[in-house]
Each structure stands twice: as C-alpha cells, then as structure tokens.
C-alpha cells in the first residue's frame, strides 16, 4: 500500500501563486512517477503535471505549461507543485497520484490510477 497526503491549497487571487506538497509513505519504492490531477466542478478529472524522480523527466499540460513548475525531494518522497499566474481556471480540486509512467497523466487515464491523495482545494479568485 501507499499513502499520499496533500497540503498547500487554498485561496488565491488571479496572478498569485501556491505550492502544493504530496508526501508519500508506505511501499514507496513500487512508485515510478509522481503527479498531479484536477477537477473543476462539472468537470472531467484531468492529468496537469507528472515528474520522474529517478530522471528528472517532467511533463505539463499544455494549459500549465510555463506556469507550473514540479519537483521532488527524494529523500523525503515528497514531490511539489509551484503554481504561479495563477488564473480563474485553475481553480479545481487537485489530487495527488502515483503511477506507472507519466503517460498516465498526459492520457488523463485516471480510471487506471491505483493510489491516490485525499485532494486539496485550490481556488483562484478573479
């Protein structure tokens, strides 16, 4: 088993940041690569960013790109999302998760994700 815990969401007005922290614990050395989902309300979840501890790989949807930035202290199995220019929306519950590769993300193939955070709220008032 593995356990994500979540903290760093929030209130936010347009154009400020947050960090978002996603701690790992239990059987962390079947996890390959960290990231993260959202979902707005009426929305369907959707795959924002994942990294790759033992490489250092990262990818961003394209509508974070150049705003999102991921990272990891492997000894802490911790990983981070910094989000700045922050925009109306981002606003969504974002959720912690681990998977196999970060194809998972890029492919939205949340359905398939087997370990999940408890999700933090982030909302970006405008």
């Known amino acids: 088993q593995v356990q994500l815990v979540e903290s760093g969401g929030g209130l936010v007005q347009a154009g400020g940041s947050l960090r978002l922290s996603c701690a790992a614990s239990g059987r962390t050395f079947s996890m390959n690569r960290m990231g993260w989902f959202r979902q707005a309300p009426g929305k369907e979840r959707e795959g924002v960013s994942c990294?790759?501890?033992?490489?250092?790989?990262?990818w961003y949807a394209d509508s974070v790109k150049g705003r999102f930035t991921a990272s990891s202290d492997n000894d802490k199995n911790t990983v981070f999302l910094h989000m700045n220019s922050l925009k109306p929306e981002d606003t969504a519950v974002y959720y912690c998760?681990?998977?196999?590769?970060?194809?998972?993300?890029?492919?939205?193939?949340?359905?398939?994700?087997?370990?999940w955070g408890q999700g933090t709220q982030v909302t970006v008032s405008s």
């Open positions: 990294i790759s501890s033992s490489d250092g790989f990262t």
């Open positions: 998760a681990t998977a196999p590769t970060c194809t998972y993300f890029s492919s939205n193939s949340y359905f398939i994700v087997d370990y």
